[in-house]
């Protein structure tokens, strides 16, 4: 349960910084985002990714414009706010941070 | 050859095949169900019908055809994921969709994170799955009925275990005991955690609480107290409350057998059954049997299932006890109600009586102390339809429980030279109107002959009246200088003469009767000056 519990912890967070990263690139359509965190090996199916969108988008950190398409009802296409892409920066500071961390600490377990 | 249905997602209009529009169906349900307590519910299947639309407008592009069948749903849900594939729900998601209506079986425990005292309330609540204010309410007025509730939170508090770990707070809310249970139950945890952070100042204020932490501290220690000296004071304990509780039970059983089976007719007159009508009575009598008998019996089957692990009460058993008891509550209030308005209104009348002056000036006040009805008196009585041509003798103990004391005399000095007498009648009633018809259906014997008064000892009603605190103030008016010579048993009767004082100054503390003289400043105490005849001792 807790092995569990950490997972979840962690990927949750990944997964976050993930989605954002890949919108702070470009204005981006749902479908693009499942298809590279499929990519990815992140994420499985496209039901997870909507909530997700749509509470970093209540929480400000994206907004989105409706895009008329050629194959069906209009698309959503997301795009970081100013707050957004400040998040993004400092959890880019963040991740090497952590990667520092991990790798160091990793390392020290590994050398023993 | 298939049949097709028309849907509409979103304003766009797609040909479906009936087997695939079901799975389709279920499928949306699946997911409007598990996005549920989400607050952007309505957003997030919006996004996912949208995206369904549109794979559903890529397929019949691709393949160039008109409906969709059972394998494009398929590759559709695909796609989303199934429900259960959904990764990490939103905060205050209900994942495993348990809901309130799928619980397991409760246990009986001490709600210690939601208290005013022992938490008794809050885990009886939590029992029958209803307020806890309910049950604080249905304690508050229990306490108020011969302290019934008092008792049996005590007992409860005292039998009923504390949910202390996890587990029995979960099996006291009837929650499962797997995981989803357990997550479900942390979450609800840390945000009720959260929500009294933020409380705390409002919280800490109330009186209530710091007797409550008074309190909480005494039975913490008493429960120290007994947990050291072992289960066994505790058995012992129960051992004596189950006995008690037994025989208070056996007696309130003989006891309503008896009423309902013998008592009827000498409980009449009894207090609180002289104010009924006489068809009411046994509605009352099984009322209140029902509301002292049901919390005897659910202590002692607590008991019986905490302290001697028996089976306790089941969820429905206790359910039907205390809707039961709580009609029976219901039914004792309206009579008291009702009762007590037919008291509201209170209306009195007068009338004198003369009475005829003797030459001695000479008058010797008397209690009817006739055992026997007069001729008159059966007449009146209608002995005969009433008591079955039984003899009637006078009830002197009925007196004191029946109509207390409603019969006063004071003795006054007359403003005329002959004495009268004045009958002041009154009673009470739901109107005036009412209130004078009680008063004037009483009647009251008086019988002078010769230089004796007397007085009699009730005031009578009918027999199918109810009591309604029917009293008669006599004012006797006695002539200056009359002599008025009281006998003993009339006394007690009188209500603004010491005749025990006047005993005493003549030293006759066993007088048959007393002497007094009217004068202008009212009767006075005859000081015999020869004390040591005593004409009336034999």
Known sequence: ?112 | MNKTIIININGFVFHIEEDAYEILKSYMTDVKRHFLNSADSHEITTDIENRIAEMFTEILARDNKQAIVEQDVNAVIEQMGKVEDFEYPEDGQNFNNAGPFNRGTRTLFRDGDDHLLGGVCAGLANYFDIQAVWVRLAFFISFMFFGVGFFLYIILWIVVPKATTRADRMAMKGQKLDLHGFKKNLEDELTAVRGSLSDLGHDAKPFIYKTRDFFGDFFHHLGVFFGSAGRVLVKMLGVIVLMTCFSLLIALIVMIIGFLAYGKMGLYHIFPFNVLEYQLNTVILIAAFLLLAIPLLVVIMLILSAVFNARGLNRAAGSTFLSVWIITLGVVIYYTAKVSADFRHEEKFSQSISIKPTASNTYYLSLNDVKYLSAEDSVRLSIKEHFNNRVILDDDDADDVESPNNVSIVIEKSDVAKPVLVESFSARGRNDADALANAQSTTYQFKQQDSVLKFNRHLEKPLNNLWRNQEIHLILKMPLNAKVIIERPLARYIDNLNIYQCNDINKQHDAPSTTFIMTADGLQCKVDTLVTVKPYLK
């Open chain 1, 1 to 112: 349960m807790i092995v569990e519990n950490t997972q979840t912890q962690m990927r949750k967070g990944i997964l976050e910084y993930c989605i954002l990263s890949i919108i702070g690139r470009d204005e981006t359509y749902a479908s693009d985002i499942i298809a590279e965190l499929k990519q990815a090996q992140l994420l499985v199916v496209e039901g997870t990714l909507y909530p997700l969108l749509t509470r970093l988008k209540n929480n400000g950190l994206l907004t989105y414009n409706w895009v008329e398409s050629t194959s069906g009802p209009p698309r959503k296409y997301y795009t970081l706010s100013a707050e957004g892409r400040n998040v993004l920066e400092q959890l880019d500071k963040t991740w090497q941070e952590l990667v520092f961390a991990v790798q160091t600490a990793v390392k020290k377990n590994n050398s023993l």
